[in-house]
């Protein structure tokens, strides 16, 4: 069973920043690929950006230039910032990642991908 909780939402001004994370527990062998998505009211979800086990970033041109995140492979926690937030931003913010599974069948070891999300986390960006 993995899980992925996520914090750091809330109400900001425009051109404010917030910093959110999201951290990855349970039972796994590793966790691979990281990415952020959102949705906002109406509208369909978006891949806001993704981050690699190296720490290597792509990102959506809707927040290119306002978005860094880092990785902490040792907590398997990712953390994402949005600078210059813009009210458009405001969306419920999920966190989503491939985690490793390992099992063991007559002594040798399988390994399989499981796709996690987290619960989101909303954030409200006023004018």
């Known amino acids: 069973h993995v899980q992925l909780v996520e914090s750091g939402g809330g109400s900001v001004q425009a051109g404010g920043s917030l910093r959110l994370s999201c951290t990855a527990s349970?039972?796994?062998?590793?966790?691979?690929?990281m990415a952020w998505y959102r949705q906002a009211p109406g509208k369909q979800l978006e891949l806001v950006a993704t981050?690699?086990?190296?720490?290597?970033?792509v990102s959506a041109d809707s927040v290119k230039g306002r978005f860094t995140m880092s990785r902490d492979n040792a907590k398997n926690t990712v953390y994402p910032r949005i600078n210059s937030l813009k009210p458009e931003d405001t969306a419920v913010y999920y966190c989503?990642?491939?985690?490793?599974?390992?099992?063991?069948?007559?002594?040798?070891?399988?390994?399989?991908?499981?796709?996690?999300w987290g619960q989101g986390t909303l954030v409200t960006v006023s004018s």
């Open positions: 349970g039972t796994f062998f590793s966790i691979y690929g």
């Open positions: 989503n990642a491939q985690a490793v599974i390992k099992t063991q069948k007559l002594g040798t070891p399988h390994y399989s991908s499981l796709e996690v």
């Open positions: 981050i690699t086990t190296t720490g290597s970033t």
